[in-house]
């Protein structure tokens, strides 16, 4: 499976969608509102230094869908200019998710990464469980994500029920596949980003192997210890190097952002 930059950073920073199993099939949304924005910045090392390669950019609206009431979320990727001649990304995801269930009714990705292009179009059938792509119909468990949905559902897990190094089990709709994952909460610590010092709830994603990023638990990924459980940073190796993401940036939160130590 091609597993492409921008699409492994959403999949990062959504870490989780909880197995059909558990009871969290009954999520609603107590952490994010209409008109939130988030801004993060990629950062690239590979001798030592990390430099700015990137932004990514999650916004959620309100939005009419098939006569639903849904939120339009949109993910953007972009590199900057600068490292453009090295590996250009220019990514857009977009999901329309159910506003009482946090499931996804449809999910669309436009990305151009390197001169790679794909455009994917799903169709989510909860009903029949099942899924429509452009590739052909495929079933699926209850209660799956795609994957930019998944960061606004896992946002409104309560992590108080999980003991540091308990695994969590999630499903995911991605590449015409179901993939069955885990992460690994590792528990609570202070995180210093580029952006402050903050509380954090710290995790370890299970990753399939892909072209850039390596499989296994070595990636790690903070959220604030508050009610937003905003995504704060993602680090990891990748194939040559290794990646940092932080938040930057924010609009609208639901919650002050009561985790924050300090500010830089």
Known sequence: MRRR????????????HLSAGDDFCTIRNTTFLSGERI????????IGIY?????????????????????HVVGEGTSNSSYDWIFKV???????????????YKFIRNIDEGGYKKYENVTFNHDAGSVVTTKGVY???????????AIYYARNIDFEKYNPGDKINFTMFMDDEVHNLYIRYMGKETV????????????KPLLIKGTIFEGGEKMTVW?????????????????????????????NLRYPLSSMISFR
């Open 5 to 16: 930059f921008f699409g492994t950073l959403v999949l990062l920073l959504g870490w989780i």
């Open 39 to 46: 801004t993060f910045k990629v950062f690239y090392n590979v």
């Open 51 to 71: 430099v700015d390669a990137g932004t990514a950019t999650f916004a959620a609206d309100l939005e009419r869908f098939n006569g639903k009431n849904t939120y």
């Open 90 to 104: 220019r990514d857009r995801y977009e999901s329309y998710i159910d506003t009482q269930t946090l499931k996804p």
């Open 139 to 149: 079933k699926v468990p209850e209660c799956i994500q795609d994957v930019l949905s």
């Open 192 to 203: 210093k980003t580029r952006y402050g010092k903050f509380k954090s709830i710290k995790f």
């Open 223 to 251: 959220v604030s210890d508050d009610a937003n459980h905003l995504p704060l940073r993602v680090e990891s190796p990748i194939s040559v190097g290794s990646v940092k993401v932080d938040m930057m940036g924010y609009r």
